[in-house]
């Protein structure tokens, strides 16, 4: 598929990834859908591009909304070719003192609204598209792959995201033409970790500087020096993405990211190898 052809839908573009991939497939001649909660931030560039963006306001924890702004898409351009789910935030907060509401409500965006546009995704690049066939992308987190304490409701609703969507993969059909991949990026500098972050108050147990949840909470409090990831960059590598014939299943893009998955799958190989013995002798005989 050559530059400069292809439409996209992307969710989450007030800032961040979202703006960044949107802003780049504009400049580099490609149409895009961008959705967000409130459109007026988009203004400007409605303006610049008036015949290749289309903006479009969506709450994606609405399954209603979603199935609009697909079809609105699909008049406006009449395909889809590329889906960047991105919408999502953040939460600090230690697991006794985070209340049931807004984990609800965390899980509702980052992993819910995140299914409702994966769904909708493939049903659009199998159904609509002519001929048959897409990208999808979603945007997880290295937080996806290796949880971490102080902000382990989050990384809950990433692991999840994660489980559906490597599923979904297995599940569509090779002739529908369709590929998914899951991006993991590392701390990027957007606004994911100031006025995209929800953040509880100190469970009174937790108090300790010393313990892992307060260090966190350390850290966020000058996000800077932790935070040093250029999202440009990762704008630029997620297209790239879109335009590979192969691409991987999953993609982590920062060296902290790298590290978690290579933490993680020692971790899984060492323990596999430690404990074999305990699964050498449970199958029933036949």
Not at 220 to 248: H, I, Q, S, T
Request: one cysteine or more; hydrophobic letters at 40%.
């Amino acid at each position: 598929m050559s530059s400069g052809s292809q439409v996209w839908f992307i969710t989450g573009c007030s800032s961040g990834f979202g703006l960044a991939v949107t802003e780049l497939a504009l400049l580099k001649g490609d149409k895009v859908v961008a959705t967000l909660r409130k459109p007026d931030i988009l203004a400007d560039l409605t303006t610049k591009y008036p015949d290749t963006l289309l903006v479009l306001r969506l709450d994606v924890t609405q399954p209603e909304e979603v199935t609009n702004a697909f079809s609105a898409a699909r008049e406006r351009f009449g395909r889809i070719d590329v889906v960047l789910s991105n919408a999502g935030y953040g939460m600090i907060s230690e697991i006794e003192g985070t209340g049931d509401k807004n984990a609800r409500n965390l899980f509702e965006v980052n992993f819910w609204g995140a299914s409702y546009v994966g769904r909708e995704a493939i049903k659009f690049f199998r159904g609509e598209n002519q001929p048959a066939g897409g990208r999808l992308i979603q945007v997880s987190s290295l937080s996806g792959i290796k949880s971490g304490p102080g902000s382990a409701w989050y990384c809950a609703s990433k692991f999840a995201i994660e489980a559906l969507t490597e599923a979904l993969a297995a599940e569509v059909s090779p002739n529908w033409n369709i590929k998914v991949t899951i991006v993991e990026p590392g701390p990027f500098r957007t606004a994911c970790p100031t006025t995209n972050m929800f953040t509880e108050p100190v469970h009174p147990a937790y108090n300790n500087p010393s313990l892992p949840s307060m260090q966190l909470r350390g850290v966020l409090a000058n996000p800077n020096a932790a935070f040093n990831g250029d999202p440009d960059k990762l704008a630029e590598a997620m297209y790239r993405l879109a335009y590979l014939e192969d691409p991987p299943m999953r993609l982590p893009i920062h060296p902290a990211a790298l590290e978690a998955f290579r933490s993680q799958g020692r971790h899984l190989i060492d323990t596999a190898d430690k404990w074999a013995s305990w699964s050498e002798d449970v199958c029933l005989k036949e």
